[in-house]
């Protein structure tokens, strides 16, 4: 056996609402083995983790056993990095309080850091993608809503309570458009998901006059690649919604930039697909509303992880993390 093979490892666990991913992951940021089971089809926490151990177990084995494992990393919504709960998830089909840290620890053996999705992905742009030598940035995940992590002076802010960075509901325009899931109005995740731009395009459907190809689509088939694909085609309209949206987005972003000084920003998810056609308004309008003293010094940046594996590496760079830094809780838990 190589003395490469005998390097310890990190396990990765990327808890979503419909399915669970989960890999196996040395210090370079390769999965080594990786897999998924089904989130929703485990009405009881239990079951879950006695699935996900099932699956998980035999990989483990394969790497070398659990004595080469640092320990487990987990994204998860609504997950406290402190008390290494799960608390109160809309989209998971566990309700309230759930001890998602103790019940890994218990059935794996192995030490747990657990946080919400948006803040595992954060840590994993800094350990293998763009942030990489960065101790300030902020990542923003633009995908079905509008995830975040902020990073100062090296050190993920997570607030008194676990739950800090939650910039895709700060409110961009007041009394605007209603959020379901928060029942607030007017949030950031209302305009610049692709939720948001899916409701963006039938505003302006309904609102315009203009010619479309988007209004040959069903309005129940109307989603964000469709929005893409005919502004793409030259669709004056599909441009404005991106050009409306960037707008928006740059605005906060601008807001953002005057909390944190953060040397960039960096953008994930299905949105920034687009390219410019979202990138050129954003940065435009990010300028347009920051201060002087913070004009043309911070970077727009694309995510340099792969959207596939960007889930696993990031909760696998907790565990790293982990043991490089010491956190303290101002929490008695």
């Known amino acids: 056996m190589t003395s490469s093979s005998l390097q310890p490892l990190a396990i990765g666990i990327d808890i979503g609402g419909t399915g669970t991913k989960f890999g196996i992951v040395d210090r370079s940021g390769n999965i080594l083995f990786a897999g998924s089971i089904s989130t929703r089809g485990h009405n009881e926490v239990d079951s879950f983790i006695d699935e996900l151990y099932k699956s998980l177990y035999p990989l483990i084995q394969k790497a070398g056993g659990p004595g080469r494992i640092v320990g487990i990393g987990s994204g998860a919504p609504n997950g ?56 300030d940035f902020i990542t923003i995940t633009l995908g079905t809503g509008v995830g975040s992590g902020i990073v100062a002076n090296g050190h993920l802010i997570y607030g008194h309570d676990g739950f800090a960075g939650e910039l895709g509901h ?29 409701l963006t395009t039938l505003e302006m459907l309904e609102k315009s006059k203009e010619e479309s190809l988007l209004r040959n689509i069903p309005p129940a088939q109307l989603d964000s690649k469709k929005v893409y694909e005919a502004a793409m085609k030259g669709d004056r309209l599909a441009k404005e919604i991106y050009e409306f949206t960037g707008k ?56 340099h992880l792969k959207e596939a594996d ?18 303290s809780s101002p929490l008695k838990v």
């Open 80 to 135: 406290n990095f402190y008390t290494k709960t799960i608390e109160y998830a809309p989209n998971l089909p566990w309700k309230g309080i759930i001890p998602m840290g103790k019940l890994l620890e218990n059935k794996f053996n192995l030490p747990v850091v657990l946080t919400n999705d948006a803040n595992a992905a954060a840590i994993g742009e800094m350990m293998y993608g763009a942030a990489q030598g960065m101790k």
């Open 248 to 303: 928006i987005l740059g605005l906060a972003l601008a807001n953002f930039v005057m909390f944190s000084s953060p040397e960039a920003i960096i953008l994930f998810g299905g949105l920034t697909k687009a390219g410019d056609l979202i990138l050129k308004p954003t940065r435009e309008n990010m300028e347009a509303n920051l201060i002087k003293i913070f004009q043309n010094k911070i970077r727009i940046l694309i995510s």
């Open 170 to 198: 700060t409110i961009v325009i007041p009394n605007g458009r209603f959020h379901e899931g928060t029942e607030k109005y007017g949030s950031l995740e209302s305009y610049a998901s692709a939720t948001g731009v899916r």
């Open 310 to 327: 960007a889930a696993i590496l990031g909760a696998s760079a907790l565990v790293w993390d982990m043991n490089m830094q010491e956190y």
